[in-house]
Nanobody, 115 residues
Framework: QVQLEESGGGLVQPGGSLRLSCRTS????????MGWYRQAPGKQRELVAR????RSTEVVEGRFTASKDMAKRMFYLQMNSLQPEDTAVYYC????????????WGQGTQVTVSS
């Protein structure tokens, strides 16, 4: 089974930056789409950024950049100019490109943006 483990969350002031990391098991990047999602209290989980397998290794979504290090088998989310509304638990996701039921999540890492 695919295992995912997020790290890098914490407390940061508005305007600050954080880089989240997702450690993956095995060689999954060629066949799994990789995504970062977040969920704040009382809100639905939402997509932050996603990289489709077989395409680019980096995707820019406004203030956030998702990227894959193929050699290290690491998935990252660089977050810049953070604001209080970015406060949430951030999750790493792996979705097989052909098998819908092959869908895996990490345990999540807390990001808190506050003065």
């Amino acid at each position: 089974q695919v295992q995912l483990e997020e790290s890098g969350g914490g407390l940061v002031q508005p305007g600050g930056s954080l880089r989240l990391s997702c450690r993956t098991s095995g060689n999954i990047f060629d066949t799994f789409h990789m995504g970062w999602y977040r969920q704040a209290p009382g809100k639905q989980r939402e997509l932050v950024a996603r990289i489709i397998s077989g395409r680019s290794t980096e995707v820019v979504e406004g203030r956030f950049t998702a990227s894959k290090d193929m050699a290290k088998r690491m998935f990252y989310l660089q977050m810049n100019s953070l604001q209080p509304e970015d406060t949430a638990v951030y999750y790493c996701n792996a979705q097989h490109n052909l098998v819908d039921s092959a869908n895996f999540w990490g345990q999540g890492t807390q990001v808190t943006v506050s003065s």
